[in-house]
């Protein structure tokens, strides 16, 4: 099952640094960690985000969505899997079908590792379902 997660933006921090998904750095970490504990190798995935890093600290509305991103988002043969409400959100109104994750930076309760693995348990079962 070929599975591609989207995310928002590169953060500043993360452009900062010169970072992105595959270098398993900064909220990456709590993904890859509960993609591991559920038997899926992070490497064999493939990771995009939907807005263009410019777009970091902007209003839902004023989002630039990468173009180049979307293009391989509706082309893509897998699973889609959306990491967070305002990429859902996005997702949703283009009309592209997907499942929905908690994003793996999010805070509260779901930051505890044992629970993030349970909810990417969860949400993964049901796309193997569907497959």
Avoid at 76 to 82: F, L, M, S, T
Wanted: aromatic letters at 6%; glycine letters at 6%.
């Amino acid at each position: 099952m070929k599975l591609l997660f989207i995310g928002q933006e590169r953060s500043r921090l993360a452009q900062e640094r010169g970072v992105y998904w595959e270098d398993e750095a900064q909220c990456a970490n709590q993904l890859f960690r509960a993609l591991r504990a559920n038997g899926i190798d992070p490497n064999k995935c493939t990771f995009l985000n939907l807005f263009t890093d410019d777009s970091d600290g902007k209003k839902y509305a004023d989002k630039n969505i990468d173009q180049k991103s979307l293009n391989k988002i509706n082309k893509w043969e897998g699973e889609k899997i959306g990491m967070g409400n305002i990429v859902g959100r996005m997702l949703t109104h283009l009309k592209i079908d997907h499942t929905q994750i908690v994003h793996p930076s999010a805070r509260g309760k779901i930051r505890a590792k044992a629970l993030y693995i349970q909810h990417i348990r969860e949400k993964l079962k049901k796309v193997k379902k569907n497959a």
